[in-house]
């Protein structure tokens, strides 16, 4: 019988809650008319803010979120985003020449700071280090965390709301410099990460700022990057890897071959994590640099979603997207070691989202279940396990080196308070799979908590028209009889245990 054994006694450490982060960029319907709907709406609202989509994403606990790019950051003016609405400027973005849209500048510093303490997240600023000085990010970060009165900046925060600092302790350097963001080397982006970190670190506070790491598996930029740094005495804290699994098919219509490539692609997280950390090795012997993968997800063609293609790159999302941010999340989970950050991109109406919204209309998609059963593995020590559940080959398809899909994709864990959390999720796309769920080390004992993500069709999303097409079921598993469950296909499956 298909197996998994939870290995009590072992264990690469904590699971870092902010491997569970999100990324919310100023692009498309991300925030207006996305999160951000303002203080006069007809539309229910937190001080601006959509109240359903605030309040939904507060129950999973979201622990850090990214903004404002994504590659919005280096043409912004982060003091285009502070003062009265009404004097704040209008600009042509980043992303102008590809939907014609222009940035009002409405959410700006307070109200990204207001929306992540309404929520419990920690901010992580993406600073443009393409098109202004360090000096002008310097002033920034003095800007969000001078202690009160103590410096003009400070003053000119507490003057535009905010008296107490805002504390933001994650500020990424740069943002794709192999590409947008300046179309450098990674000697070049080496060179400037340095004279822009050397500037802001002067700057009181305990801060992780993150150099600008690779494209997807791209070794040798990471290679080049920490050597350019080792000579210069410096080791970052952390280092960003972008990785989008990309599509095969469409968002609902694909084949069963396309399913399976699909997820094929997405679990080559397991080759970008561990072949950038290889590289990194030669440099950072000790691991003390946290890989941030702070940009991953599907990236299906634009027009599915609900706004018919003026949203750019909205999409929707299906079950199979779900599976995907199973796969991908129980990787990280059992990389927590090498893994310090990752960062689904986006929140709202754009890639791999957990909501979509517009006007009065607001629906969570099957990916925020995923993130609502996984959340009891933030802060919990992580479990190895033994998967013994078997192999889908056909990976070569995709790339030679590519690790097997295994057919149950899991990984474990247990909080102080004893929670065993076991995550799971069935690969396969038609059949459906029992596993004997045991403790190695450790009894998994008496009755355990189920909750099943799963549709008749994979190909189910949730719409405007049908909020509640896929939605998660609860059950009860009991180790007196076993500890088989079954899971259905093209599911995912969190099983929680009282230790």
């Known amino acids: 019988m298909n197996s998994i054994t939870v290995l009590m006694t072992q264990s690469k450490g904590t699971i870092n809650p902010n491997i569970y982060g999100h990324f919310s960029e100023h692009i498309g319907g991300v925030f207006?008319?996305?999160?951000?709907?303002?203080?006069?709406?007809?539309?229910?609202?937190?001080?601006?803010?959509?109240?359903?989509?605030?309040?939904?994403?507060?129950?999973?606990?979201?622990?850090?979120?990214?903004?404002?790019?994504?590659?919005?950051?280096?043409?912004?003016?982060?003091?285009?985003?502070?003062?009265?609405?009404?004097?704040?400027?209008?600009?042509?973005?980043?992303?102008?020449?590809?939907?014609?849209?222009?940035?009002?500048?409405?959410?700006?510093?307070?109200?990204?700071?207001?929306?992540?303490?309404?929520?419990?997240?920690?901010?992580?600023?993406?600073?443009?280090?393409?098109?202004?000085?360090?000096?002008?990010?310097?002033?920034?970060?003095?800007?969000?965390n001078a202690p009160a009165g103590l410096t003009t900046l400070a003053d000119e925060r507490a003057?535009?709301?905010?008296?107490?600092?805002?504390?933001?302790?994650y500020w990424g350097i740069g943002n794709?410099?192999?590409?947008?963001?300046?179309?450098?080397?990674?000697?070049?982006?080496?060179?400037?990460?340095?004279?822009f970190m050397t500037v802001c670190e002067s700057l009181p506070g305990d801060m992780t700022f993150v150099a600008c790491g690779a494209n997807a598996h791209d070794v040798a930029w990471t290679r080049a990057l920490m050597a350019a740094l080792a000579e210069?005495?410096?080791?970052?804290?952390?280092?960003?890897?972008?990785?989008?699994?990309?599509?095969?098919?469409?968002?609902?219509?694909?084949?069963?071959?396309?399913?399976?490539?699909?997820?094929?692609?997405?679990n080559y997280m397991q080759n970008i994590v561990d072949d950038h950390r290889a590289a990194m090795d030669g440099f950072d012997p000790e691991r003390k640099t946290a890989i941030f993968v702070d940009e991953w997800g599907c990236w299906h063609r634009d027009?599915?979603?609900?706004?018919?293609?003026?949203?750019?790159?909205?999409?929707?999302?299906?079950?199979?997207d779900a599976v995907v941010a199973a796969l991908t999340l129980n990787i990280f989970n059992n990389r927590c070691d090498v893994v310090g950050m990752a960062n689904v991109a986006q929140?709202?109406?754009?890639?791999?989202?957990?909501?979509?919204?517009?006007?009065?209309?607001?629906?969570?998609?099957?990916?925020?279940?995923?993130?609502?059963?996984?959340?009891?593995?933030?802060?919990?020590?992580?479990?190895?396990?033994?998967n013994d559940c078997g192999e889908f080959g056909g990976g070569e398809a995709f790339r030679k080196a590519a690790k097997p899909l295994p057919r149950v994709s899991a990984s474990a864990s247990q909080a102080e308070d004893g929670l065993i959390t076991v995550t799971l999720a069935n690969t396969s796309m038609t059949e459906p799979v029992e596993v004997k769920l045991s403790g190695h080390g450790g009894l998994l004992t008496g009755r355990a908590e189920i909750v099943t993500l799963a549709a008749d069709d994979p190909h189910a999303c949730n719409t405007f028209e049908n909020p509640k097409a896929?939605?998660?079921?609860?059950?009860?598993?009991?180790?007196?009889?076993?500890?088989?469950?079954?899971?259905?296909?093209?599911?995912?499956?969190?099983?929680?245990?009282?230790?």
């Open 32 to 144: 207006y008319d996305g999160l951000w709907v303002g203080e006069d709406s007809k539309v229910p609202n937190i001080r601006g803010f959509r109240k359903a989509l605030a309040e939904s994403f507060a129950k999973i606990h979201p622990p850090v979120l990214r903004w404002p790019g994504g590659c919005f950051a280096e043409t912004y003016d982060w003091r285009d985003g502070i003062g009265p609405h009404d004097r704040r400027p209008r600009r042509i973005n980043w992303w102008y020449n590809n939907d014609h849209r222009v940035e009002p500048n409405q959410v700006g510093t307070h109200e990204f700071m207001d929306f992540c303490r309404m929520v419990g997240a920690q901010p992580y600023v993406a600073a443009n280090m393409t098109s202004v000085t360090p000096l002008h990010i310097r002033n920034w970060i003095e800007y969000c």
């Open 159 to 169: 003057a535009n709301g905010d008296a107490e600092p805002f504390g933001v302790k």
């Open 176 to 195: 794709e410099n192999w590409g947008g963001g300046g179309r450098m080397t990674a000697e070049m982006c080496a060179r400037e990460y340095l004279r």
């Open 232 to 266: 210069k005495g410096h080791r970052p804290k952390a280092l960003s890897v972008h990785y989008y699994c990309g599509t095969a098919g469409a968002p609902q219509d694909f084949t069963e071959d396309q399913w399976y490539q699909l997820l094929h692609q997405a």
């Open 303 to 320: 027009g599915s979603g609900p706004s018919r293609g003026y949203n750019l790159f909205e999409q929707q999302s299906s079950m199979r």
């Open 347 to 386: 929140l709202c109406n754009n890639l791999h989202s957990l909501y979509l919204a517009g006007g009065e209309h607001f629906v969570e998609t099957p990916n925020y279940f995923v993130y609502d059963m996984f959340k009891t593995h933030q802060g919990a020590r992580q479990l190895e396990v033994v």
């Open 470 to 499: 896929v939605q998660p079921t609860a059950s009860e598993l009991d180790f007196s009889d076993g500890g088989v469950i079954t899971l259905p296909a093209a599911s995912v499956t969190a099983v929680r245990i009282r230790g």
